[in-house]
C-alpha cells in the first residue's frame, strides 16, 4: 500500500509559478513511475506529466509543454510538477498517482487507468 500526499497549491496571480508536491508513505513509491493530472469541475482527470521510475521517461501534455517540468527525489519519496506562466485556466485540482509500470511504460502514460493510487489532490487557482 501507498498513500500519497500533495501539496504546494494555492492561489497565485497569472503569470506566477507554482511548485507542486508529491510525497509519498510506504513503500513502492520509488520504484515506479508517477503522474500529475489536474480535473477541472464536471470534468475527466486530464494527463499533465509523467516520469519513469529513474527519472527518465518523461512526458508532457502539449497543453502543458514547455511550462511544466516534473522530476523526482527518490531519496524522498517525492515527485514534484513545477509550473510556470500560470493563466487563470490553470485553475483546477492537481493530482499525483503512481502509475503501473505495464501501463505505462507501453505508451499508456496518459491514461487515468493506468494509475492505481491517487493521492487527495491540491487546489490550484490562478487569479487574473
Known amino acids: 500500500q501507498v498513500q500519497l500526499v500533495e501539496s504546494g497549491g494555492g492561489l497565485v496571480q497569472a503569470g506566477g509559478s507554482l511548485r507542486l508536491s508529491c510525497a509519498a508513505s510506504?513503500?513502492?513509491?520509488?520504484?515506479?513511475?508517477v503522474g500529475w493530472f489536474r480535473q477541472f469541475p464536471g470534468k475527466e482527470r486530464e494527463f499533465l506529466a509523467g516520469?519513469?521510475?529513474?527519472?527518465?521517461?518523461?512526458y508532457y501534455a502539449d497543453s502543458v509543454k514547455g511550462r511544466v517540468t516534473i522530476s523526482r527525489d527518490n531519496a524522498k519519496n517525492i515527485v514534484y510538477l513545477q509550473v510556470n506562466s500560470l493563466k487563470p485556466e490553470d485553475t483546477a485540482i492537481y493530482y499525483c498517482?503512481?502509475?503501473?509500470?505495464?501501463?505505462?511504460?507501453?505508451?499508456?502514460?496518459?491514461?487515468?487507468?493506468?494509475?492505481?493510487?491517487w493521492g487527495q489532490g491540491t487546489q490550484v487557482t490562478v487569479s487574473s
Open positions: 510506504g513503500r513502492s513509491f520509488s520504484t515506479y513511475p
Open positions: 516520469i519513469g521510475w529513474s527519472g527518465g521517461e518523461r
Open positions: 498517482a503512481r502509475a503501473r509500470p505495464t501501463s505505462y511504460y507501453t505508451g499508456h502514460y496518459y491514461e487515468s487507468t493506468a494509475y492505481d493510487f
